[in-house]
């Protein structure tokens, strides 16, 4: 008799586990998925400290525009949210987008120079945790990063830190440092979310890393009215279906090597345009979804650098 009392409290006491786990999961799942949405957003970034003493901070960065976080894809352990940034009435941008994956084992990190070596992770290391992947404009990629949702006295965030390529803001115009080491907090607002950040730019030789200067950054996405973005939905509505066709052949791109490099350009054009140029092409002559992959995969291709 008390054997079976004693199986019967283990029992109760895994599945009590059980069920805590999966509460966990689906508090998670809500706050990936509250991310999506229309809003404004606000985009301020101000240098704060250097080592440097003959250092000078630059320009605080201050912008803001509206955008629509689209939930793509949803599946119990995988979030794609698409960003489209809106500038006008009539004009609309594929913006950034990000994956978020749970307890994902492998992770793409960046190095330096258009230069990402992939890194396998112990289950342990990913064990209830959220990779987030981020993606440029042309869903080739810019940074990933894991870390562990929290959700306490009601606050839910997630943090991480990792390296990427300078932020779009500063890319064409500094050469001064060539790695941002970002440290990320996503967390939710009473009217919406904020992403949060405290950067290190580094300068990265063979001889190691140098911090030039940390920065502060806050990217605000406060709810819009839905009515803004009647433009944004119809032009989604056509270019999705190429975009999902690209998005697949980067999947076959990032399932192969361990070291993915990617040139700046090729023929003085950088590889985003050339995927946009195409973009026009398949709407007008109504391309399938296998041949807008096999233009794809034959312009991105051009792209890559001799990868092992």
Not at 28 to 34: N, T
Not at 72 to 83: F, R, S
Not at 182 to 199: F, I, K, P, S
Request: proline share 3%; with cysteine; glycine share 4%.
């Amino acid at each position: 008799m008390k054997k079976v009392l004693g199986l019967i409290i283990l029992l109760i006491a895994s599945q009590a586990t059980l069920t805590k786990a999966q509460s966990k999961l689906e508090q998670d799942r809500a706050a990936i998925l509250a991310l999506g949405g229309f809003y404004k957003v606000t985009f301020d970034y101000a240098e704060t400290f250097s080592p440097d003493t003959a250092y000078r901070n630059h320009l605080q960065y201050h912008a803001y525009g509206y955008e629509w976080a689209v939930v793509e894809q949803e599946t119990p352990k995988k979030i794609v949210i698409q960003h489209i940034l809106v500038t006008g009435d009539s004009s609309v941008i594929k913006h950034w987008r990000e994956d978020w994956v749970y307890e994902e084992q492998n992770i793409l990190n960046f190095d330096k120079s258009n230069t990402w070596k992939k890194t396998k992770l112990t289950p342990a290391e990913t064990k209830g945790r959220w990779v987030q992947k981020v993606f440029q404009v042309d869903d080739s990629p810019r940074y990933e990063s894991i870390g562990t949702w929290v959700h306490v006295d009601g606050r839910h965030q997630w943090q991480s830190e990792c390296d990427s390529p300078l932020p779009r803001r500063e890319f064409t115009k500094r050469s001064d440092y060539n790695v941002l080491r970002r440290g990320n907090r996503v967390y939710l607002t009473a009217n919406g979310w904020m992403y949060e950040q405290d950067n290190q730019k580094i300068i990265r030789t063979a001889d190691g890393d140098k911090l030039l200067a940390k920065e502060k950054g806050y990217e605000e996405f406060t709810r819009a009215d839905e009515a803004k973005f009647a433009f944004a939905k119809n032009w989604w509505k056509q270019q999705q279906p190429y975009w999902t066709a690209v998005r697949q052949v980067w999947d076959e791109v990032y399932a192969a090597p361990a070291t993915l490099q990617l040139k700046g350009k090729v023929d003085g054009k950088p590889l985003f345009e050339r995927l946009f140029e195409m973009v026009d092409q398949s709407i007008k002559e109504k391309w399938d979804a296998e041949k807008s992959k096999a233009a794809a995969r034959k312009v991105i291709a051009n792209y890559l650098e001799k990868t092992v």
